[in-house]
């Protein structure tokens, strides 16, 4: 499976520690509450509010490096959109690779 990673940041970056250290903070106060939005959304079997949430959890993975992440984020926000979610599992796992990584920056 792809592994989260800072190349993205540090290409964004150019080398500004602080940039680098902002954009962290920001995925870090984010992500997680985006996160538990979408598990309750998805818990209340409201695909479309989820679909809204898989939205903008895609780009926090394009942020931390997923390409692949990312793009199945497409594609499960298009099948939510549909009312389906047979992406649901590769997609949480996804993020709990994420919650993991960022934890520890």
Request: proline share 2%; no cysteine.
């Amino acid at each position: 499976m792809e592994q989260p990673n800072l190349n993205y940041i540090k290409e964004l970056s150019g080398g500004d520690a602080g940039f680098e250290k902002k954009l962290i903070g920001v995925v870090q106060a984010e992500l997680p509450q985006e996160i538990a939005e979408y598990e309750g959304n998805m818990k209340d079997s409201a695909f479309a509010k989820a679909a809204e949430n898989v939205h903008k959890i895609k780009h926090k993975l394009g942020i931390v490096g997923l390409e692949k992440g990312y793009e199945l984020a497409i594609a499960y926000e298009d099948e939510l959109k549909e009312g389906k979610s047979t992406l649901k599992e590769e997609f949480d796992s996804i993020l709990t690779a994420v919650i993991h990584f960022i934890k520890d920056l």
